[in-house]
């Protein structure tokens, strides 16, 4: 599997590392898309990949997945291209389909050209329990309390904890388009964006993100507590989120994938 990386940031350094060095995957990354130029020719000297600052150059390239590891605005600029291109996409900047339609756009046109748009995990789980439990419609409720510290939310030092935000998914993502795609991607993988319940707590105490997810249905209950370590190289990346990516790419070069 050959692999091009939309961006030239920490998760994209880290793909490079662990595909080009730790040999983790059975494909290679031989293509970067970037406007840090810098940074770019960096990278693909060290990883010996080809870099490019132009979309159309970058999909001229032979590539079998293309994954977006850079921004919203990255991923919105950049996804209809690959897709109209016959590549299959990962976007990690889930936060981009805070417009449902512009999903609803996404999946017709992957059907047309005949690829597949993938969205992974990122620094939560539980996707696969809600994916199943509403297999029938029977899920219920669900709800995910994010604790984060004010540095993560981008806020000035507060003294004590606070309820910053209690409302639906969809309120959230808009309101914190690049702090809770986590939010979005329950909704999607459940009862959608209107019904999935939010509560965003600034915690100055903690150190670490936090996600706690609770659901109930006719399958039962769920109740789960994930605590993100960040990434080593950027405290304000989630571990968890590159290492989602990695995987989801492992399943898709073994060709047997577990869960949903």
Same mark, same amino acid.
């Given at each position: 599997m050959?692999?091009?990386?939309?961006?030239?940031?920490?998760?994209?350094?880290?793909?490079?590392?662990q595909?080009?060095?730790g040999?983790?995957l059975n494909?290679?990354?031989?293509a970067?898309l970037?406007?840090?130029?810098e940074?770019?020719?960096?990278?693909a @000297?060290r990883y010996?990949?080809?870099?490019h600052t132009?979309?159309?150059?970058f999909? @001229?390239v032979?590539?079998?997945m293309v994954v977006e590891?850079?921004?919203?605005?990255?991923?919105a600029?950049y &996804?209809?291209?690959?897709v109209a291109s016959?590549?299959?996409? &990962?976007?990690?900047s889930?936060?981009v389909?805070?417009d449902?339609?512009?999903?609803?756009e996404m999946k017709?046109?992957?059907k047309?050209?005949?690829?597949q748009?993938s969205?992974?995990?990122g620094?939560?789980?539980g996707l696969?329990l809600?994916?199943?439990?509403?297999?029938?419609?029977?899920l219920k409720?669900v709800r995910?309390t994010t604790?984060?510290?004010p540095a @993560?939310l981008?806020?000035?030092?507060?003294?004590k904890?606070?309820?910053?935000?209690e409302?639906?998914?969809?309120?959230a993502?808009?309101?914190f388009?690049?702090?809770?795609?986590v939010?979005?991607?329950?909704?999607?993988?459940?009862?959608?964006a209107?019904?999935?319940?939010?509560?965003?707590i600034?915690d100055?105490?903690?150190?670490?993100?936090t996600h706690?997810i609770e659901a109930?249905?006719d399958?039962?209950?769920m109740?789960l507590?994930?605590?993100?370590?960040? &990434?080593?190289?950027n405290?304000?990346?989630s571990?968890?989120a590159?290492?989602s990516?990695?995987?989801?790419?492992?399943?898709d @070069?073994?060709?047997v994938?577990i869960?949903n």
């Open positions: 050959k692999i091009g990386i939309i961006g030239t940031g920490n998760i994209a350094s880290y793909l490079l590392e595909i080009k060095d040999n983790v494909g290679e990354i031989t970067l970037g406007r840090n130029t940074v770019g020719e960096r990278l @000297s010996d990949v080809d870099f132009d979309i159309q150059e999909l @001229s032979p590539l079998d590891a850079a921004t919203i605005e990255a991923a600029l &996804m209809k291209d690959v016959k590549k299959n996409i &990962m976007i990690s889930v936060g389909f805070q449902i339609d512009l999903l609803n017709e046109l992957a047309l050209n005949g690829v748009l969205l992974p995990s620094a939560i789980g696969d809600l994916k199943s439990a509403n297999a029938v419609n029977g409720n995910i604790r984060k510290s @993560s981008g806020l000035p030092n507060e003294q904890e606070d309820l910053l935000f409302g639906s998914a969809l309120q993502i808009q309101k388009p690049r702090n809770v795609n939010a979005l991607l329950l909704a999607l993988a459940g009862i959608g209107e019904k999935t319940k939010v509560r965003v600034v100055p105490a903690i150190k670490r993100n706690t109930d249905g399958f039962g209950e109740q507590h994930i605590a993100n370590n960040p &990434m080593p190289t405290p304000k990346t571990y968890l590159a290492l990516i990695l995987e989801a790419l492992r399943d @070069s073994r060709g994938r869960g």
